[in-house]
């Protein structure tokens, strides 16, 4: 069992960035398939982020070329940096490991 502990939330204007962290209780061995996913009010939980190889990620359309998902080499910690932040950014982002571990969230406000 691992638990996911979301921060790095806030308020910030357009424009503006953030770095999310996501910090895991024992080390994480693969972080393949790791990645934020983030929910507005009255959507759907969407994917935002995913670590899908040694270097590699996907990104969804929406966010990519602003957002950047990393992880730490001491394997206990994940990153999102955020930069462009848009209104519709606006959303409690939630870091996920594969076997259905969730970060409780943490709440991203992007302020027009």
């Known amino acids: 069992q691992v638990q996911l502990v979301d921060s790095g939330g806030g308020l910030v204007q357009t424009g503006g960035s953030l770095r999310l962290t996501c910090g895991a209780s024992?080390?994480?061995?693969?972080?393949?398939?790791m990645g934020w996913f983030r929910q507005a009010p009255g959507k759907q939980r969407e994917q935002v982020a995913r670590?899908?190889?040694?270097?590699?990620?996907d990104y969804a359309d929406s966010v990519k070329g602003r957002f950047t998902i990393s992880k730490d080499n001491a394997g206990n910690t994940m990153y999102l940096q955020m930069s462009g932040l848009k209104p519709e950014d606006t959303a409690v982002y939630y870091c996920?490991?594969?076997?259905?571990?969730w970060g409780q969230g943490t709440q991203v406000t992007v302020s027009s």
């Open positions: 670590i899908t190889g040694r270097d590699a990620a």
């Open positions: 024992k080390r994480i061995f693969s972080f393949i398939g």
């Open positions: 996920y490991k594969p076997g259905g571990y």
